[in-house]
């Protein structure tokens, strides 16, 4: 694949685009009650066959072998606490040696800690927040065992430790429906399911709060469905992306989801397809499909304000800001080094100035929102791949999480006459990276 790449925004109709993005640039801080009200109200003449048009551009060639030489100076950090215990016992599965992390989230409120783990167990710890640095290991105060592969793990988003009716989690695992389990016992409380067109019933990959409707969705294979959290069971409506009629769609699975704060149900949904859907009101009313990554879409967040739509991707070096007051334009390219097909996420503190990730590498790196050009925390967090970020919301405290897929053994094999020589070297050379599977607590200085 060429070095210079090209992003390519398609648009179902251009007046309904002119129309929500005036909300942007005349009162991007103005909550209205969705892109139908403000149809209305402008009177747009909206033709009623769609129309499509491209826009095409160059994106930023990468040049991930001069980045140290840019950086002034890397900052060299202790953890204030290293959480290591619980991630070393060998997971039921043979032909891996060990567990690893995939991802960690602090609650909402601040006092507890997340973790998603290969041993499929979503785990809750009670961080000392005022008595840090603890030198001393501590053990999960709740266990969550699912029974397959965990696809996507939420807290739900007004979870208050001191109202038991709100410290809820919701995961999504493969061949189970959606879980929501009691932050407090641990116990199952609700199950969201869903069924394709055979009556099977099929998992989410992707999880997402639109809080204005309290309703859950959650994205599938080319289809994504609603909840009403208080009434467990069937879905209450669903869209699909990929329709063969429109010259504009969104095909593959659903990979992650969110949602606009600034006009209510209007969200982002990423596909392992490599493209990115704008959706314009809770019934799925498909407004752009964004394509610049060359990977799987894997993360995608909006900003507080509602005039960015950061994303980024699994194999790609790139997390993109994209202007949503403009749609097909990209304010900023921040880049990384994204190795594997992990899902490696980022964050922002709570001012939302700062943008932080992971490395496959194992560095933590950050910028400022408005300047991509040089980061301002450069530290070696792992010594394994750094795929879990997570912001503390009230006080100055990053939780990162560690670890990749390694398979058993480290002694050479014959490689057979179907099996691909690069592939084969690649793998022998993972066996020789360190192993570091732990979640680390760090002042977060900027």
Known sequence: MSGIEKKRTSVLDPFLLQSITQVFSQTPATVIASPSDLLAQLSVNTPTTSSSIEIISDLPQLDLSNRQNQL???TKQTPLLTLNHEFQLPTPTP????NFLKGCKWSPDGLCLLTNSDDNQLRVFEIPCDRLPLNEDLNAVLHLQEPELIYDFQWYPYMDSSQSDTCFIFSSCRDNPVHLFDAYTGQVRASYKAFNHLEELVAAH????????GRLYCGYDRIIRAFDIQRPGPCIGQWNTFDKA?????????????FNSQIPGMYAAGSYAKSIGIYGDMNGELIAVLHGHVGGITHIQFSPDGNQLYSGARKDGMILCWDMRNLGEILHTFQRH?????RIYFDFDPSFTTLVTGNSNGHVLGWDVNNPSTPILDFLAHNDCTNGISIHPKKPLLATSSGQR???GDIPVTM???????NF????NVKKIPRENCVKIWPFIK
Do not use: M, P, W
């Not at 992707?206 to 409707?213: A, D, I, K, V």
């Open 338 to 342: 994204v190795g594997t097909n992990q």
């Open 206 to 213: 992707s999880l997402g709060f639109e809080l204005q409707s």
């Open 425 to 428: 070297y690649a793998e022998l």
């Open 95 to 98: 032909k891996r040696s060990s």
């Open 416 to 422: 057979s006459e179907d099996e691909d020589e690069e």
């Open 246 to 258: 429109n010259n504009i769609y969104q095909s593959g699975i659903i990979s992650c989801l969110s």
């Open 72 to 74: 002034s100076s890397i």
């Open 406 to 408: 390694r398979f058993a």
